[in-house]
């Protein structure tokens, strides 16, 4: 993903992922919101915020170079189904079994 298709990941690719990135990323999630907790100022988490953001971006791209396809049609059942999960249990079913989290 460059920099152009990371501004363009949709909801739902973010739905269907959210298991991967929580398994992937949820220690530096935790590091920015303790930051976030500790100080208002907007400029003293940006470390923490690039972390996670990169830690997301990382874990999108690995998704979509190992199980591309299974991706793909769990993020369009969702779209489909306005991100209805369980209208699209069959699809995150194989993509959790084909990539699991």
């Known amino acids: 993903m460059s920099s152009d298709s990371d501004a363009a990941i949709s909801s739902s ?7 991967h990135i929580t398994a992937s990323c949820g220690d530096k ?6 930051c976030k907790n500790n100080d208002r ?13 990169e830690c997301v971006v990382d874990t999108l791209k ?4 190992k199980c591309p396809a299974t991706l793909a049609k769990y993020t369009k059942c ?3 189904h306005s991100n209805n999960f369980g209208k699209c249990k ?3 079913e ?3 079994k084909e990539c699991p989290p």
């Open 13 to 19: 690719t973010l739905l269907c992922s959210w298991k």
């Open 78 to 80: 969702m779209d489909y």
């Open 62 to 65: 690995n998704l979509q170079e």
């Open 94 to 96: 194989a993509l959790e």
């Open 90 to 92: 069959k699809e995150r």
């Open 41 to 53: 100022n907007p400029a003293a988490c940006l470390k923490e915020g690039d972390a996670v953001t």
């Open 29 to 34: 999630n935790e590091a920015w919101f303790r």
